[in-house]
């Protein structure tokens, strides 16, 4: 009896209970980070990336489920645990049969922008909720920013109610906004951009690039460098000092995205030395904002998440023996063997009416137009791509929704991307380490180098250490829905990775 009485005080001793609801979350996005980037490089590390990679807990294989992998989609997963057949978040931009146009994941014409000219950006077409919507639902008054170098990193991840998403325009030169959220910048954005942040990296050298003296070009090759994840720190320390988040008796949310390892990617590749760089650099900016938060609110007071949108592929090899399998194919190769093919059998006509990527939507009026069966001319163009060299699947509309299709995973994560309203008419897969384009490199494929990204997760009552069980990145929102005490985001299709959280002890 006492042995049993025994057992079950240790039992419950050892339940887990969520960590005690801190002052503030920090959710961090590394655009393109792949998780190899934090075991091949960890020997760079000394700073924050150190200090989350030591004290956090460390998904070892984090991934996501949906295809494509791709900056707009990865960013509305990470806060709202949902898959893009139910966020809307399809592509980065798609044809949008209703505006008869092409639209961009956060475009929004309702709306302009603030601090630059143009139209602006909302989360409009994000069709599901973030964590930072819930931590408002909840009540009191949490404040919710968000800062990217991109519109879309910034907008998706921060929700329908945030008080404010920033990211950089390289035309102004200056961080902007839009009237989605209020009707001119706050104060201290201003004062951030009269600074110039991106002025004072003219002429900086890099891995022997050298920056350009002004302008749009300075601008331009500040977004491709270490030094966009420096600037957009700089503005991050600035809401956080300056909105006194953590401050104020309720729990805030910042979210962050660093955009430079992306941009640094796609033309140097994910072994290049400037890659290495840009991890080093991410590093130190990283520990500039721990440091910061930690002399404020303490560190103790803040969970801090960290993870990435998407992975990347190698850089394709050009010759030689003995290389990895890969190589590139012209970005209009698809859409212009579709529309060659439909041409040949239905007449003249602009059939293809979007490529996003290796998404093709066909026009579904012009054929309604010549009566034509739009089931009848899917499987035409997909027989077109099919004969392509290195296509390795090709999903029609038809397919998806009927679900006639090879069960594997690689069909899974198709699926999971397939929203029936948003969705193209042809979506296509190549062969492993194959890509559109012709220089660099890129991502999107529903393969492990596209699909794996480091999660992190540190904080006070979460337990560090290496974690090798298979997790997903939609796990990340319902579990700071956890240790926020608040509910899960609406389109969540994750789990709570309760294993980090400390046993309770008394
Ligand atoms: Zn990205």
């Not at 002429?203 to 966009?228: M, Q």
């Not at 953590?246 to 995205?257: A, H, N, W």
Request: charged content about 20%; hydrophobic content about 40%; overall charge negative.
């Amino acid at each position: 009896m006492r042995r049993l009485l025994l057992c079950l005080l240790v039992a419950v001793a050892l339940l887990a209970a969520a960590p005690k609801k801190p002052k503030l979350v920090v959710a961090i996005v590394l655009d393109q980070y792949r998780y190899d980037y934090t075991t091949r490089q960890r020997a760079d590390y000394s700073g924050g990336l150190e200090r989350l990679l030591s004290r956090g807990a460390v998904f070892a294989d984090a991934r996501y489920i949906h295809y494509p992998t791709v900056t707009a989609v990865g960013h509305s997963t990470v806060l709202s645990g949902a898959l893009p057949a139910v966020s809307g978040i399809v592509g980065n931009e798609w044809f949008d049969p209703e505006a008869k146009a092409s639209v961009t994941s956060v475009s929004d014409p309702a709306t302009q922008l603030l601090g630059a000219s143009g139209t602006g950006a909302s989360p409009r077409r994000l069709l599901v909720d973030d964590i930072g919507d819930e931590l408002k639902f909840a009540g009191g008054s949490p404040r919710v920013f968000s800062i990217s170098l991109k519109d879309r990193a910034a907008i998706l991840p921060g929700g329908h109610l945030a008080d404010g998403a920033f990211w950089f325009d390289a035309t102004a030169g200056a961080f902007v906004s839009s009237t989605y959220y209020f009707p001119e910048l706050p104060a201290w954005v201003r004062e951030f951009n009269a600074t110039r942040p991106a002025d004072g990296y003219a002429g900086k050298t890099w891995v022997g690039h050298t920056l350009p003296k002004e302008g749009r070009a300075l601008y331009s090759a500040v977004d491709a460098s270490p030094f966009a994840n420096d600037m957009v720190e700089r503005l991050a320390e600035q809401a956080f000092v300056a909105e006194k988040l953590g401050q104020r008796g309720d729990t805030d949310l910042l979210f962050i995205s660093f955009s430079a390892h992306d941009y640094v990617g796609h033309t140097y590749g994910p072994l290049a030395p400037e890659e290495r760089e840009t991890s080093i650099v991410t590093d130190k900016v990283l520990d500039r904002l721990f440091q910061l938060i930690d002399k404020t609110i303490g560190m103790d007071n803040v969970v801090v998440a960290l993870t990435a949108d998407h992975g990347v592929a190698p850089v394709p090899p050009t010759s030689g023996d003995k290389v990895m399998p890969g190589g590139r194919i012209a970005p209009d190769g698809p859409s212009k063997a579709v529309a060659a093919a439909l041409t040949l059998k239905y007449g003249e006509g602009a059939w293809v009416v979007k490529a996003s990527d290796l998404q093709l939507y066909l026009n579904r009026d012009l054929a309604a137009q010549r009566g034509i069966n739009a089931e009848e001319m899917r499987a035409e163009a997909a027989r077109a791509v099919k004969a392509l060299p290195h296509v390795a699947r090709v999903y029609t509309r038809d397919d998806l929704l009927k679900n006639q299709v090879i069960q594997d995973e690689v069909t899974r994560r198709v699926m999971n991307g397939y929203n029936e309203r948003r969705g193209a008419d042809l979506s296509l897969i190549l062969d492993p380490y194959w890509m559109l384009g012709t220089s660099g490199t890129t991502h999107g494929s529903p393969f492990s180098y596209d699909n794996h990204v480091p999660l992190i997760i540190m904080g006070t009552g979460i337990r560090p250490g290496i974690y090798f069980e298979p997790v997903v990145i939609n796990d990340l929102a319902p579990t700071l829905a956890a240790i926020l005490s608040v509910e899960t985001p609406s389109g969540s299709v994750g789990r709570v990775l309760s294993e980090i959280f400390a046993p309770e002890t008394k």
